[in-house]
């Protein structure tokens, strides 16, 4: 039997990173860069396939990741809405004569770009207006 006093033998000493090896953040960084100077959008997919070009394994979570620290963000996306959202936004029961905020103009005006015009959008509300009634 071993000696549970002595080390094991047979186990590897820590590899510590030699100077050679690649800094991956550093390298999307430099692509991230070259791309802005050239007026591209840096994309994780188009970097990852240049860095893969070189190479280099990265993976879409981490080019992200760099990206936004770099103060690359994608850009939002626009949420989803409906002529019915609007409609009972206008008509909000309220005292007296209902105020139409700002906020239900972009949302009336969205639903109109939607709709295909102001003229098919009226249609649309008086139609909806025949069904409540």
């Not at 050679?20 to 999307?28: D, F, M, T, V």
């Not at 409609?87 to 639903?111: C, R």
Request: hydrophobic share 40%.
């Amino acid at each position: 039997m071993a000696d549970p006093k002595k080390p094991a033998e047979n186990k590897k000493p820590i590899e510590k990173k030699s100077a050679a090896e690649i800094n991956k953040s550093e390298e999307i960084r430099k692509i991230a860069n070259g791309m802005k100077a050239k007026g591209e959008k840096p994309r994780p997919i188009t970097i990852i396939a240049a860095l893969k070009a070189k190479g280099v394994e990265v993976s879409s979570p981490q080019v992200s990741m760099v990206l936004k620290r770099m103060g690359f963000r994608p850009r939002k996306r626009r949420k989803s809405g409906d002529l019915a959202a609007v409609a009972a936004a206008v008509n909000k029961p309220g005292k007296g004569k209902s105020k139409i905020s700002v906020e239900d103009l972009v949302a009336a005006k969205k639903a109109v770009g939607r709709l295909g015009g102001l003229d098919r959008a009226l249609a649309a509300i008086e139609a909806l207006r025949q069904f409540e009634t």
